[in-house]
């Protein structure tokens, strides 16, 4: 069963930095993409960061310059690091990924969501 599995939510002051990871367990033939969404109450979810298999990565522009995003030694972990962080970065933020399973079928697959927020 694969599944994404996502830390290192938590409150934090505007100005200070957190680091989100999600690592994608089980019984895995590739990854295609990976990445981060986040959705703030009543508002839609939206892309903050996203690498592909390419090694292409796209950053909301609300974030560019303060976030960080790479995949770590493991190769099955993507890491989100933010910096300088604003109270309008306050929201879910859920990890996103299209895998291959050991069946080489293609799915989209959700992490359960970390909150992060963000006090003025």
């Known amino acids: 069963q694969v599944q994404l599995v996502e830390s290192g939510g938590g409150l934090v002051q505007t100005g200070e930095s957190l680091r989100l990871s999600c690592a994608a367990t089980g019984r895995i033939h590739a990854i295609d993409s990976m990445g981060w969404y986040r959705q703030a109450p009543g508002k839609q979810r939206e892309l903050v960061a996203m690498l592909n298999s390419a090694g292409s990565t796209n950053y909301a522009d609300s974030v560019k310059g303060r976030f960080t995003f790479y995949r770590d030694t493991a190769k099955n972990t993507v890491v989100l690091r933010m910096n300088s962080l604003k109270p309008e970065d306050t929201a879910v933020y859920y990890c996103?990924?299209?895998?291959?399973?050991?069946?080489?079928?293609?799915?989209?697959?959700w992490g359960q969501g970390t909150q992060v927020t963000v006090s003025s």
């Open positions: 996103n990924a299209a895998i291959f399973g050991e069946d080489i079928r293609l799915q989209h697959y």
